[in-house]
C-alpha cells in the first residue's frame, strides 16, 4: 500500500533557526514526490516537484532533496512568514493509487521573532 | 492569471439536509479534482475528471456523494443526505494533466450539525 508518513508533526523554530522536515514514502514505483504549503484556512500552494533520487530543488529560503526512500524540506534563516503546514505527497506508477496524490499528514511549522 | 475558485467558502447544515459545492478551475485544466481535509489530516482524493469523464471515483461514497463535470470545466459536488461525519473542508484542484503539479482552490468548510 502506497503511504507517506511525514515528521515531526509539528516544528517551532526562532527566526534565523535553520532546520529539516522529513517526508519518508513507500509507494508502487514513484512518477513523483510533491511539497505544498498550506496556510491556515487557505488550499494547499504548490512549492516543488521532485522525480529522481539525488535530485534538488531550491526556492528562496526552502531546498527539497530526494532519496530513494525519503525526502527533506530544509529552511534555511526561517522568518515568521514561512509559519505555515508544508505537505508531501507521492505519485505513483503503478497500483491501485496509480496517477492520484498520496498526502502525509503534514509538518506545521512555527516560526516566532 | 485567475486561480481555482471555490463556492461557498463556508457553509453550515443540519444532518439529513443535502449540499452543494462549486468548481471551477484554471482555465486550460483538462484534469478536476475533488479532495475532502480532515482537521489535522492530508487531502484524501474522492473523485478525478479528465475533461468530462470521471476516470477515478472509486473512493467516493456513491450512496450519498455524486459530482458532475459540465462541459469539461466546471464541476458540482453533492452530497444527499449529509451526516455528522461529512464535516471537512472540501478542495478542489486542477492541473493541465494528471502528470503535472496540481493547483488547489481555498476550499468549502462544512459544519454539519
Known sequence: ?113 | EAGVVQSPRYKIIEKKQPVAFWCNPISGHNTLYWYRQNLGQGPELLIRYENEEAVDDSQLPKDRFSAERLKGVDSTLKIQPAELGDSAVYLCASSLNNYNEQFFGPGTRLTVL
Open chain 1, 1 to 113: 500500500e502506497d503511504q507517506v508518513t511525514q515528521s515531526p508533526e509539528a516544528l517551532r523554530l526562532q527566526e534565523g533557526e535553520s532546520s529539516s522536515l522529513n517526508c519518508s514514502y513507500t509507494v508502487s514505483g514513484l512518477r513523483g514526490l510533491f511539497w505544498y504549503r498550506q496556510d491556515p484556512g487557505k488550499g494547499p500552494e504548490f512549492l516543488f516537484t521532485l522525480y529522481s533520487a539525488g535530485e534538488e530543488k531550491e526556492k528562496e529560503r526552502l531546498k527539497a532533496t530526494l532519496t530513494k526512500k525519503e525526502s527533506f524540506l530544509h529552511i534555511t534563516a526561517p522568518k515568521p512568514e514561512d509559519s505555515a503546514t508544508y505537505l508531501c505527497a507521492v505519485q505513483a506508477v503503478y497500483g491501485g493509487s496509480q496517477g492520484n496524490l498520496i498526502f502525509g499528514k503534514g509538518t506545521k511549522l512555527s516560526v516566532k521573532p
